[in-house]
């Protein structure tokens, strides 16, 4: 049988970082930590494999575990010296959960186990601190309580506040030792009352219904959310770990806090954190009292007069700080650690890769590039391309004014407008309707997760920098502000109010998490200032990538953004939207409404002037790097007027009959337009458009070509291609163009035909239209939308229920579906290829900005990925994963 | 060099039908005529090869085939014992084309070639007759100066009309010697002043143009139209025949005419045609004077005192019976020979297989089979699945009032109402726009195969059975009526006047193509009785086909269609035609529109036992075989009402907002419905829905199984499948419902699930979807969609354009796109069975019923094909076919 137990403390430990996925992560640093000789109270962990034993065996505990946990019982006894169920010198431990990544409070937690009415007597006496010890007596009981017996938490809440009523008390260190022993028979009178099962008093049976209640957390509702949105899979299963307890509440030469090796919103290499005297730990990570700084630098960059730890506790502040260098050395990574001062002795409870902004990341990875504690490549691997997303979020524009109305903890940066809305419930209704929304919350607790999610900024009134909202808010990417103390929140009349103003719910305001302001109303952002070290990483990333990254650019501003973040091409300009702007409209709907070719033709000698001034601004732009030009593809019923009195304008621009455009009009309409008239076969039905087209590009061309040093390389794509000779028909009407523009400038230029394959037909007839074709760009919108014969614009209904439901693991239209797309696109390359060993291969829809679909690109061997301009940092740090990944199973 | 010119004549020749690829059916007939000793007169056949370079070249024929033609010409002159240019026993040819499939009247003839003013003269002493001399020369002149040298038949047509109207003469029989020779002058004059060449004196001359330009008619506008709608490839190309002429119209013991060797129309096995005395083969074919009957019996039942041919001419017309007899035992097949008769002498000038009526093939056929003339394999591959149509036509209802405007030769048979048209471009044009359009004309030619391809019936004022109109009605299968002599066109009027009536352009009539009766206005139709022949040969095919054929039918009176025509079981019962009765339709919309599910609920109790009614009548007319029932397919808006009332009256009905129903409504319409909330997307987000309709189905099986002695054998399909756990979820609910059923009712049914492949995912994905599903039933429809992401309701502008451009081959959504398609339904059945040997495999989308289609189907080794209940004699016997090929292929 393998092992299930595996125990740690007093410098030993057995297992460690090697089998986390048994440990969990907790497991495993504690047992690390121990193997370094750094101060860890003793402990075992239970693995999760028992979980999975416990989940499939109907909630029993496996067979022989009871004499196993038992024994390592014993061993903590031996190291501690104390006994379980000791009324002299009682044992107490902690039961905590612990998955192989983290997930933050999803999980139950049960502390100072052990406790009786006798223990707890004898505890009192020992410490000589009945507040103490009836304080930790009932905090257990109530834990107990919810957790293993199903006694929610508010029973609990209520008997305090009833008490604290008839007692005329406020705040809970006003009770003393009187009152929490009243709590405690008040509390077992609840338990007993509202119970499944009674209160164990014997301290083995305590531990046991322990043990089997956090592995049974493993499968809570929030817990299932949180591996949802992080694709967690539901197998892997929570390890459970049993540690003596150490106390941060025993008086004021005892803490609790933590610490990060690194600053986590910014990356800069300074012990980071916060801790609170007299205190247990929970009361750091909720968030219900604002805890204080750990340096004395920080105190004072915070404004702080009460004493840093390093001001009040030097010894465990000095001991913390060698502890703190010496595990991210052993791990190479920026650690987060919980550590308890108890009676001035200091102890390590976790430790753990801390969460950082992306910023932070970015920092940390290329410092310690740097510092030589890990490689290059390593650096670039350690940060997840999706995270920089938030990097490249825009900040408050300077120069724009604004109204501050609060104040708080800048805990996620990055700058946000959104209406205020008060519950996770009606934040989660008003984003599905497109709002952006910002949640205002007094605190947020791991229930509000989907509200988060759906959310676009968090505000708190309360919590500091490692508050819930904080972490989830940096991990989420959202902007927030955490304890913003000024701000009342009125549920009742569904507003919050600030020192001086009423904000009601819906109202827009702004959030600045780099800096912590909140702001009426919605105030203007501009692009982000891009640090140094994302230029250095991304460098980097650059030199192990394989795949060139171009953006989907229209316009030239698009282009020059995409160059500064670093795109080495236009791998899509979508003609259509030069279309749209309101001086050339009309034409376009002359163009469209056209009764006859000659009509047709007397508009499109209107566009082309305008479509090649277009292509010049680009090619001058993009100085001679590839630009990628696609033909017209939208239903020519699209660009036609909504209104009556546009459609009258046309009429009088073209001297036509109202009527007769009317009709004409109406019979462009479509019943599936997606499937309709457009793409290709409108080249092939009209090709005096893509005629024009094509000239618009050659004139631009031959015109960049002649006053600048760099010639522009068109790269002409057909869209909605499904046949071979559907292609030749329209790349033989180009190519005439070409030859003429050619002809009749003088002018000698390059360029290439290619055609995106956004048809399943196309990716099987890959063989014919390669023949034909210099370059393929797989258009996996389209492409997705007919293999799974769904329409984007209609399926968010019906999506929904699916991934809900598990009948889809992921939306194909954000993750590339590789089972029936993707297997569409490798037969495509595949013949794409076998017709022309040169053709170039890359894709253009929205999955060419996205990590997991970048990885297949990879694999496919495509030559370049194209995304919006935005996403192009993003998408060269995903290239770069993909090369290293596939390097490394070579 | 391979052979290009073989000669005949004279009881011998070289080549014969083995090689008419290259000698056209023409030439390959004249070639076995003359080895069985028939009398032809001698010629010889120039291959159609000669046609590709002619062609190839720059129109220019290729050295060194002048000299063999000389030969080859000299080889008739003695055979013949005349001159070619001898002006005193001058030798006439004809030139003809001849392709490998008949053309009838697409290319160019020239007669008479090798006059010129000296051997006219020599013709005319020679014979003693110079009416008939420059008549011939005339008609040489105007064939030749149209054919060769451009000048359009109607000058020369001016030209005899004047000179007729200065003349005071009516008809072409008034004019005399003289009026002919002033015609050849006139003629002459018109070609020098017209023509691009200057008219050939020299015969060889006249020879070698006119062998181009017959040649040249190849690439002409209405033979390329023909091959078009006949798939006859472009490549092919015709031979041209040149042959010693031989007269019908040198007096009265000369005759012309065309024989079937059994009655194109019935098949009754009897010598059947016509001819005329003293006149030219192209006057019976033309129709310009209507011919006598063949045998006496004929013209008898025809009411005709004009003496027929075995009264007119006996010893002739016993050669032809003698000669049509061996003809038929020779090709095994029923023949249309051309024959004149020549001063008492009898000559064949052509033979090949006779066009017929579907009915008269099958006859024929079924007859031949039984006479032991050839197999009954043979018998079942003679017959184009296709053809059966038109005997599946509906005849007019007897019951129904009716009122005769006009009568006409029984043409081709059928019945048909439609709108009367007066000219082809028109009839175009309305058919466009979905209109049934009857083509009314004096005579057709083939400058109206377009109009009449349009039209659905043919009416002619003049001509025969075998005129051009009855001819190519009966190949398009429309009915047709030639020769309604009381007609009178009018255009200038755009109308016909009868000898009582004046019918507009636009007025409704209709035809009885199997009486020759015209009616006023619309007469109900009924359903055709089928014929014995029909059953006996379907019962053949039945015997050679391996794949089953089943219907897709919705109701139990589609059912009952579909069992007499010999479906085996239903494929495709589309349970959404159910939702749309009148009666239903307020509970389906109360439905859809459901403001939660307890209301949705509510009202799927109500349609449950409608639906279930449906169910239980369809098992009783299917008595035990296998009935496929689809689950609801169309997104639920297709239900709601177009208009306010309609909604108004299920606000009444429900109880509900109407303001909330409107939302509602809105709230449900899609962008692209074609790719939206529908299939077994319903079936996933309201499971309720497709719960009703399984539990319609078992607790009709269950009703059913307990009256009858067969039991139902429902097959349950869900569609629009994408994924295996898509199905399975669903699946998992159909067989709850079973189960409930069964437990609920006490009996045990058999029933099955699978799955319509209707998605190009599903099918790359067969193989998860084969572990759960039954069977496939391929949607052809909706896959052919898909996969050229073609909406088939927007497609028909673009399409036409793709299919006159040549951009696509065929219609796909008429013929399966085996190249796009056809793989991913060949992956899918691979796959498919991979993961389930026992998987049944079918297809029930508009192809099943497409003869092309169904050959790919067998291919592929589906178990059965369903096809719309008419189509299943056409899918039987399609079937047989491809089963009989498959297995000359094993």
Chains 1, 2 share one sequence.
């Not at 052993?330 to 753990?352: A, I, N, P, S």
């Not at 014919?768 to 210099?774: G, K, L, N």
Request: charged share 25%; with cysteine.
């Amino acid at each position: 049988m393998p092992k299930r137990i595996f125990c740690f403390g007093a410098g030993t430990a057995e297992g460690g970082e090697d089998i986390r996925d048994l440990l969990g992560g907790k497991g495993a640093g504690l047992a690390e930590m121990s193997k370094l000789g750094l101060p860890v109270p003793p402990g075992f962990t239970i693995t999760s494999d028992v979980c999975d034993a416990y989940l499939d065996n109907g909630r029993e505990l496996p067979e022989g575990l009871k004499t196993e946990v038992q024994a390592a019982m014993g061993e903590i006894e031996r190291i501690v010296g104390s006994g379980f169920g000791d009324a002299e010198n009682p044992l107490m431990v902690s039961v905590r959960s612990g998955a192989r990544v983290s997930m933050p409070g999803m999980m139950d937690t049960i502390l100072n186990l052990g406790l009786n009415d006798e223990t707890a007597a004898g505890l009192a006496k020992r410490t000589g601190d009945d507040r103490f010890a009836f304080d930790s007596y009932r905090r257990f009981i109530q834990m107990y309580g919810d957790v293993v017996l199903g006694v929610g938490h508010h029973h609990f809440e209520d008997l305090l506040e009833r008490h604290k009523d008839a007692h005329g008390l406020t705040l809970d260190t006003e009770l003393g030792a009187a009152n929490w022993r009243d709590m405690v028979a008040a509390y077992k009178k609840l338990v007993a009352a509202r119970a499944d099962a009674a209160f164990p008093e014997f301290p083995l049976d305590q531990l046991w219904g322990a043990i089997g209640a956090v592995f049974g957390s493993w499968t809570n509702a929030r817990a299932q959310t949180f591996r949802k949105l992080n694709d967690i899979p539901e197998s892997w299963g929570t390890a459970v770990t049993v540690q003596a307890m150490v106390y941060g509440n025993m008086g004021d030469d005892c803490a609790t806090g933590v610490a990060f090796t690194r600053d986590p919103s910014t990356g800069v290499k300074e012990v980071y954190g916060e801790y609170l005297i007299n205190a247990q730990g929970e009361d750091v990570v909720a968030g219900l009292r604002t805890p204080r700084f750990l340096t004395k630098a920080a105190r004072e960059r915070g404004g702080s007069d009460e004493a840093a730890m390093e001001e009040a506790m030097p010894s465990a502040f000095t001991e913390l700080c060698d502890a703190v260098d010496r595990l991210e050395s052993h791990f190479c990574d920026m650690q987060d650690v919980e550590f308890t001062v108890q009676k001035g002795k200091f102890y390590l409870l976790q430790t753990r890769a801390g969460k950082r902004t992306a910023g932070a990341a970015v920092r940390i990875a290329t410092d310690m590039a740097s510092e030589n504690l890990i490689t290059r490549a390593a650096a670039v691997q350690r940060i997840e391309p999706d995270s920089l997303d938030q990097m490249l979020h825009p900040g408050l524009d300077p120069e724009a004014p604004r109204t501050p109305i609060a104040h708080g903890l800048p805990a996620s940066p990055g700058a946000v407008s959104g209406i205020v809305v008060l519950d996770s419930f009606l934040a989660e209704e008003r984003a599905a309707h497109g709002e952006s929304v910002i949640l205002v919350r007094a605190e947020t607790s791991p229930d509000d997760i989907h509200g988060m999610h759906a959310a676009r900024g968090i505000l708190t009134t309360r919590g500091g920098m490692t508050s819930h909202a904080a972490v989830v808010a940096r991990g989420m990417g959202w902007p927030c502000v955490a304890g913003a103390k000024e701000i009342r929140i009125d549920l009742g009349n569904r507003c919050f109010t600030t020192r001086s103003e009423k904000v009601a719910e819906g109202d827009t305001i702004t959030l600045d998490g780099a800096t912590g302001d909140v702001f009426e109303g919605e105030v203007p952002t501009i692009e982000p200032d891009l640090s140094e070290s994302f230029l250095l990483l991304l460098s980097w990333a650059d030199e192990f990538r394989r795949m060139r990254v171009f953006a989907n650019a229209d316009t030239a501003a698009d282009a020059r953004t995409a160059r500064i973040l670093g795109a080495e091409g236009i791998g899509l300009c979508r003609t259509e939207h030069m279309f749209l702007s309101a001086k050339r409209i009309i034409a376009v709907r002359a163009m469209v409404l056209a009764a006859d070719n000659a009509s047709r033709n007397a508009a499109l000698a209107e566009i082309l002037p305008m479509q090649r001034d277009d292509f010049v601004e680009l090619f001058r732009v993009m100085a001679g790097l590839p630009v990628t030009i696609r033909l017209l593809d939208p239903p020519l019923h699209e660009f036609l007027p909504r209104r009556t009195e546009d459609l009258r304008e046309i009429a009088n621009a073209t001297g036509e009959d109202f009527q007769a455009l009317q009709d004409r009009a109406v019979r462009l309409r479509e019943s599936n337009p997606m499937l309709g008239h457009r793409g290709c076969r409108l080249g092939i039905t009209f090709p005096e458009i893509y005629e024009m087209q094509a000239r618009a590009v050659f004139e631009a061309a031959v015109q960049v070509g002649r006053e600048a040093g760099n010639s522009p390389r068109p790269e002409i794509m057909v869209p909605l291609v499904s046949a071979g000779r559907e292609f030749l028909a329209v790349k033989q009407r180009i190519d005439a163009v070409g030859t003429a523009v050619a002809r009749k400038s003088g002018v000698d230029f390059d360029y290439r035909v290619g055609t995106m394959i956004e048809l399943p037909r196309a990716a099987l007839r890959a063989g014919d239209i390669a023949r034909h074709a210099s370059f393929f760009s797989f258009g996996t919108n389209d492409l997705t939308q007919t293999t799974f014969g769904i329409s984007r614009d209609d399926a968010s209904i019906f999506l929904d229920s699916y991934l809900r439901q598990g009948v889809l693991m992921a939306n194909p239209f954000v993750h590339l579906d590789r089972s029936g797309v993707g297997e569409l696109i490798s037969l495509a390359c595949e013949r794409g290829r076998a017709a022309r060993p040169d053709l170039l291969l890359g894709i253009c829809g929205e999955h060419g900005g996205d990590p997991r679909s970048i990885h297949f690109c990879e694999r496919q061997g495509l030559d370049y990925i194209s995304c919006s301009p935005y996403r192009v940092p993003i998408a060269r740090l995903a290239a770069a994963h993909a090369a290293l990944e596939a390097g490394s199973r070579h």
